[in-house]
């Protein structure tokens, strides 16, 4: 059965509500909030309702309800008693007068039936499983509410104030709909969603007074895709890139996370890999301002955290300079993620008073660290890049005093279905890397806490892991 969804007006009109019990109850508050005047009919009617009645000065007839209680005076009945014959008898009455009615877990003697409503005033979401399962529009809802800041309401009402002058100064129907979108989307959007609507709204006149440099203004979302679980990835950065219209990513970023992207964005990838750079730093960084500046809303989706290890500081910079706006959106970063996907706590107050990520990465075919600072048994060490450079890294650690047993864990494409973990030791690591076929992006956690592996480890990876 295909339902009809409609935002019904029923302000100031009457409603019956029969049934003193939950349902009865709830409906009830539905309705109040929709400003309809409520009589309940109830022999019993559960206390915490019995004070809503009387909070809200609405009639309550404690007794049985016979047919002469419905009338056409209703715009709306709610058969909610606990006697099916009851409803029944209702619902007859309800469509003898051309009452809509509503009967609780009866849908086929359901005029209306209530979806499930997010409530973000002036706007409302409602969702409807056609009474086949309240409880999954529950939960769809809920998911919403996630994607759905608290903020649209007042979106809403900003905007709303402003709908007849913005009627008037872009008279094209065509341009008033770009001229929306950029501001649904845009930084006066942002403001709201952060708690500055002042700001939101000056930004709003100054775009009306302006609207074509509007158009002409684009803005970089720079967002961590975080290691790569696409449910690692945070609220802001779905919502965000789901309102990009390029997203420019990287090898990093998983192909889980790219797939749930792109029917409706371009996809530009600026790949780099370790000595292949496939575009120079400085060519993306133009990429990034070049799009902004044709006006369009990018995002910059990068591996884990972008300021951790990712150049996410020289990227910004580049548009800070060119006078682009831009936020920055952090994501988790792979120490994080492989370590809580690993059960490789990195502190612990028996093992780990501080935790340290250091570069690995090669440089003329060395590695160039302040060695002695490494070496503290109280430390975590979590070093990002260092696949190639690790056989010289466990090798300086140990001649500048490191405990040559100190357990290692080699954590390869964390947290993803193929995450494997490999448990080894400084002395080891070397005969290790050279007879095990590891691949990117791999990080190394070096320090006591590796122990803990064995006791926490909870994540299930597709392939078996190598130990
Ligand atoms: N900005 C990123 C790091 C970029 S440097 C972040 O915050 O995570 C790239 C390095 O990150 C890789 O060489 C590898 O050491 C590490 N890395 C990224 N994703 C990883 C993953 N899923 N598993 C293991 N290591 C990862």
């Not at 409906?27 to 809503?52: E, H, M, N, W, Y």
């Not at 905007?159 to 002058?165: D, F, I, L, M």
């Not at 929306?180 to 007074?209: C, D, H, M, Y």
């Amino acid at each position: 059965m295909k339902l009809l969804p409609l935002s019904l007006n029923l302000n100031g009109q009457r409603a019956l509500v029969v049934g003193g019990g939950p349902v009865g109850f709830r409906r009830c508050k539905t309705l109040v909030d929709a400003g309809l005047q409520v009589q309940v009919v109830s022999i019993d009617v559960l206390p915490a309702f019995v004070q809503f009645i009387q909070d809200q000065k609405l009639n309550l007839a404690k007794r049985a309800v016979t047919k002469s209680d419905v009338s056409a005076d209703y715009a709306l009945v709610v058969a909610a008693t606990n006697d099916r014959a009851a409803n029944q008898m209702l619902a007859a009455q309800a469509k003898q007068h051309g009452v809509l009615v509503n009967v609780a877990d009866d849908a086929a003697a359901c005029d209306v039936t209530f979806p499930s409503v997010l409530e973000r005033s002036p706007v409302q979401v409602a969702v409807s499983s056609g009474s086949a399962s309240p409880i999954l529009s529950k939960m769809l809802m809920r998911r919403l509410s996630t994607v759905i800041p608290s903020g649209y309401g007042k979106l809403a009402d900003l905007v709303g104030a402003y709908r007849q002058k913005v009627k008037q100064a872009i008279p094209k129907s065509a341009d008033r709909k770009l001229f929306w979108e950029k501001i649904l989307t845009g930084v006066v959007a942002e403001n709201i969603f952060s708690g500055r609507p002042e700001r939101a709204e000056t930004l709003l006149q100054a775009a009306l007074a302006k609207p074509k440099e509007l158009q002409a203004r684009g803005e970089v979302y720079l967002i961590g895709a975080g290691p790569g679980d696409p449910d690692l990835l945070t609220v802001r950065a779905v919502r965000l890139l789901h309102q990009a219209q390029v997203i420019v990513y990287d090898r990093l970023v998983s192909p889980e996370i790219l797939s749930m992207f792109g029917e409706h964005q371009e996809m530009l990838y600026v790949g780099k890999q370790r000595a292949n750079h496939s575009m120079p730093q400085q060519n993306i960084n133009q990429v990034l301002v070049d799009l902004a500046k044709q006006g369009k809303r990018v995002a910059r989706l990068k591996g884990g955290d972008p300021f951790i290890f990712g150049r996410g500081g020289e990227e910004i910079e580049t548009l800070a300079q060119s006078g682009i706006p831009f936020q920055v959106i952090p994501g988790i970063t792979a120490a994080a993620g492989c370590a809580s996907y690993s059960g490789i706590p990195l502190t612990h107050r028996d093992y780990a008073q501080s935790v340290r990520f250091v570069t690995g990465q090669l440089q003329d075919n060395t590695v160039d660290l302040n060695w002695p600072q490494l070496i503290d048994n109280d430390q975590t060490l979590v070093f990002y890049m260092g696949l190639n450079g690790f056989p010289i890294i466990s090798q300086n650690l140990i001649e500048h005093g490191m405990n040559a047993a100190m357990p290692v864990a080699l954590i390869e494409k964390g947290t993803t279905l193929q995450q494997r973990v490999h448990i080894t030791s400084l002395d080891s690591i070397g005969d290790y890397l050279a007879t095990n076929k590891v691949q990117s992006p791999s990080l190394f956690i070096v320090g006591e806490v590796v122990q803990l592996h064995q006791k926490l480890s909870w994540f299930e990876a597709n392939e078996a892991e190598s130990k």
